[in-house]
């Protein structure tokens, strides 16, 4: 079955600091990649997706690569400022005929703290 | 406007309590999803409809019944809550079955059971 694995958290850092937040996953046919953001007392909402291999999804100053030879969708940002805490979620969505399997599986999230 | 909307917000309630939560999306999407959050922040789909009929069905108690009286609605009803059911109930809509769809995410219902 598909699985997504993101690093273990939480993570803090000081503003302007460089992010990189882990993710990796295994999937059957040729998953759609996604990182979904959630800020405190708020719904998810998408920040960046990836549809095929090498694509690069890239919204608010953060990026990340779609990389089929290393299964992995790792999430970066050059400057994170303190209104970037939030909780990241990595996930994948299988591309079906039927529909069967046509969800979202999610990572566990992690957490993000920036200090002034 | 609200894109995805719940009601209520926050539910408290008694074990064994029958209770609902309801959800609308005006945009005019035709595949709707129910996700409960824990208390460590996974995220885990339950429910997902595509134009009111009901596509994923992951493993959930038959307690939970969710009900798709049409495209813009897909309530979630809760019989006999348990000390477990606490968490928070996402609804999320997306135009089409998920695959490259962008999902758009209600506010949450915090659910707590005493």
């Known amino acids: 079955g598909n699985s997504v694995t993101q690093m273990e958290g939480p993570v803090t850092l000081s503003e302007e600091a460089f992010l990189t937040i882990n993710c990796t996953y295994t999937a059957t046919g040729y998953p759609s990649l996604f990182w979904y953001v959630q800020y405190p007392g708020e719904g998810l909402q998408l920040l960046l997706k990836a549809t095929k291999a090498d694509d690069k999804g890239s919204n608010k100053g953060f990026e990340a690569t779609y990389r089929k030879e290393t299964t992995s969708f790792h999430l970066e940002k050059g400057s994170v400022q303190v209104s970037d805490s939030a909780v990241y979620f990595c996930?994948?969505?299988?591309?079906?005929?039927?529909?069967?399997?046509?969800?979202?599986?999610f990572g566990k999230g992690i957490t993000l703290s920036v200090r002034p | 406007d609200t894109a995805v909307s719940q009601t209520p917000k926050y539910l408290v309630t008694q074990m064994g309590n029958d209770k609902s939560i309801k959800c609308e999306q005006n945009l005019g999407h035709d595949t709707m999803y129910w996700y409960k959050q824990d208390s460590k922040k996974f995220l885990k789909i339950m429910f997902s409809y595509n134009n009111k009929e009901l596509i994923i069905n992951e493993t959930v108690p038959n307690r939970f019944s969710p009900k798709s009286p049409d495209k813009a609605h897909l309530n979630l009803h809760i019989n006999s809550l348990e000390l477990g059911d606490s968490a928070v109930y996402f609804c999320?809509?997306?135009?089409?079955?998920?695959?490259?769809?962008?999902?758009?995410f209600g506010p949450g219902t915090r659910l707590t059971v005493l």
């Open positions: 996930a994948l969505s299988d591309v079906t005929r039927d529909g069967a399997n046509s969800k979202l599986t």
């Open positions: 999320a809509s997306s135009q089409g079955l998920a695959g490259p769809n962008e999902q758009f």
